[in-house]
């Protein structure tokens, strides 16, 4: 079964920690041992993991990513988001995690992040649990 997150931004550029969100859907799903994967339907989002003990990690992605994909730089797309698209391609859509006894094997220091690179908006992430 399909599981959906909605996620609602507030800047242009944010990331936002939805691993509770997606141990929820997890818990909801039933599956016990499988694989669970993560799709942003979107092409100026995407979606990755990393460290969740320190904020400051997110800012410096944040900070990281505007500096080497700056918002106007001559860019060719006429929509004038052509910086966001950038960060999607380069963050991902998607990612699948590894579940065992009801939970996701995540490493210690590891969450899943949403990344909004064209907000403020409402978005979407589609959750599939495979079991196995
Ligand atoms: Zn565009």
Known sequence: MLKEIEVKTSSRVEVVDITSQVERA????????GLLCLYVPHTTAGV???ENADPSVKKDIIK????LIPFEDGYSHL???AAAHIKSSLVGASEC???????LL???WQGIYFGEFDGPRRRRILIKVVEG
């Open 79 to 81: 929509e004038g988001n």
């Open 48 to 50: 990755f993991i990393n």
């Open 64 to 67: 990281e990513l505007n500096k």
């Open 26 to 33: 997890l818990r909801e799903s039933g599956v016990k041992e």
């Open 106 to 108: 995540l490493g210690t």
């Open 97 to 103: 995690i590894p579940v065992e006894e009801g939970r």
